[in-house]
């Protein structure tokens, strides 16, 4: 059963930890997790895609106006909310049936939802280090940079997509 | 109808989505000069190659008036090259010749271009045509009519298209003189009418009458390049000059073939200036 209330807290701490924390560290160039997209990722596969856009809209907006992105993060999360059923599909083969009682996510192992939000995270990282640099000039560095921060971002969003398995899907 | 209202509910998502991302990406373009100018690169080569595609069909009715252009910019050009051919003769002192030695025009380079698209209705317009880096266009390049009137200069520059800011944006400016009597002002468009600017800054001693033509004056055109003319003028709050509102030469929103110009000096004019700065 999919706990609304307790998702609400725990989407309210990753922008707060995203915000003030990992905003703030300055680790590389190269090197910059970026955990808010798991709100988006992690809603109920089961919602309508209107809504999960809606939510990746709002989320883009707080980040944007939160940390200067003038449009940046929006642009980089919406494709995400829009694309996450065929990235579940390509990741872990798995597809949404409307018609199953219980949520796909929480039927999920903990290992394959951490292959899917690897995915998107990827997604996500390439979209955005494309958008920020609109530049061609070094691709290795590009390529270097998205793999690295997809790693990082991974690493920190590890504890909590287990948080999240054992307390809320 | 009930079928095409069926098709709109299976996709309305879809649209929802590129709205929502085109005005976020909008958004993000418009927050800084660098991004503004690469995403206008990147999306002038992909709409330039659109636009082309759909404006060859339309083009092809205007050949009648084109040719007409064309025949008359050849005959230009052909005066040009005997010109050409003069400087190149040996110069002897006190021949005719030698006068041609005054006329710096010999430093600029002319490519023809077509029109692939452009706006005239917005405070910030762009004119996007199909000649870019692969052809020699350069950003900064001025751009004029085939009958030597004002059109912008390069801004921004993809592989094979180009885009223009032309004078009707309210970013634009450029230097202008009275071809009357030479006398200095700067031109720009404050955004109300596509066919007048305003022409500011121009002497109390320069008496500027209705009628008179502004020409540019701008190291990336040479002389005679017509911007307008003075409709009417007169002087500004602190009467220390005039203010005159110019009706422009050119009509953008018919434009089909400009003239873009290299002046081969440009770098070094600019480099100059950098300096001084």
Not at chain 1, 12 to 30: E, K
Not at chain 2, 81 to 88: D, G, K, Q, T
Not at chain 2, 125 to 142: H, P
Not at chain 2, 168 to 183: A, H, M, P, V, W
């Amino acid at each position: 059963m999919f706990k609304q209330f307790t998702y609400f807290w725990l989407a309210f701490a990753i922008l707060v930890v995203q915000i003030f924390l990992l905003d703030n560290i300055s680790i590389a160039m190269w090197l910059r997790p970026m955990i808010f997209p798991l709100v988006v990722l992690l809603l109920p596969m089961e919602w309508r895609m209107v809504w999960t856009l809606l939510s990746a809209l709002a989320i883009g907006l707080t980040m944007d106006l939160a940390l200067g992105g003038s449009g940046l993060y929006t642009s980089s999360l919406l494709p995400l909310a829009v694309l996450r059923p065929w990235i579940m599909y390509l990741t872990t083969g798995r597809t949404v049936e409307h018609s199953d009682q219980s949520a796909l996510l929480s039927r999920m192992l903990t290992k394959q939802v951490m292959l899917y939000v690897a995915g998107a995270m990827l997604v996500h990282h390439t979209l955005f280090f494309m958008l920020e640099t609109l530049s061609f000039a070094s691709p290795m560095r590009l390529v270097a940079t998205i793999l690295c921060s997809t790693l990082l971002t991974m690493v920190v969003s590890a504890p909590i997509i287990q948080l999240y398995k054992s307390k809320i899907a | 109808m009930h079928r095409l209202i069926e098709f709109i509910k299976r996709i309305y998502v879809v649209l929802l989505f590129i709205l929502l991302e085109g005005i976020a990406l909008m958004q993000y373009a418009q927050s800084s000069p660098y991004t503004e100018a690469k995403i206008l690169s990147r999306t002038t080569a992909v709409g330039g190659a659109v636009s082309g595609a759909v404006t060859g069909v339309g083009h092809f009715f205007t050949l009648p008036s084109e040719n007409r252009k064309l025949t008359a910019r050849i005959a230009e050009l052909e005066q040009t090259l005997e010109r050409e051919r003069a400087l190149s003769a040996p110069v002897v002192e006190g021949d005719e010749v030698a006068a041609y030695f005054d006329d710096g025009d010999l430093n600029y380079r002319y490519y023809p271009a077509r029109v692939i698209s452009l706006t005239t209705n917005r405070e910030r317009n762009y004119i996007v045509v199909d000649r870019g880096e692969e052809d020699g266009i350069k950003r900064n390049m001025g751009v004029i009519t085939p009958n030597r009137e004002l059109v912008g200069y390069v801004v921004s520059v993809a592989e094979h298209y180009s885009a223009i800011m032309p004078i009707l944006n309210t970013k634009f400016n450029i230097g202008g003189r009275l071809t009357d009597n030479g006398y200095a002002c700067s031109v720009r468009w404050r955004g109300a009418s596509p066919h007048y600017a305003e022409a500011i800054d121009i002497s109390t001693y320069a008496e500027p009458k209705a009628g008179m033509a502004i020409e540019v004056s701008s190291e990336r055109l040479p002389s005679g390049v017509l911007i307008g003319y003075i409709e009417e003028a007169e002087h500004n709050a602190a009467q220390t000059a005039y203010t005159a509102k110019l009706r422009l030469a050119t009509n953008l929103s018919t434009l089909d073939n400009v003239l873009i110009v290299e002046n081969a000096h440009y770098g070094e004019i600019e480099a100059l200036t950098e300096e001084l700065e």
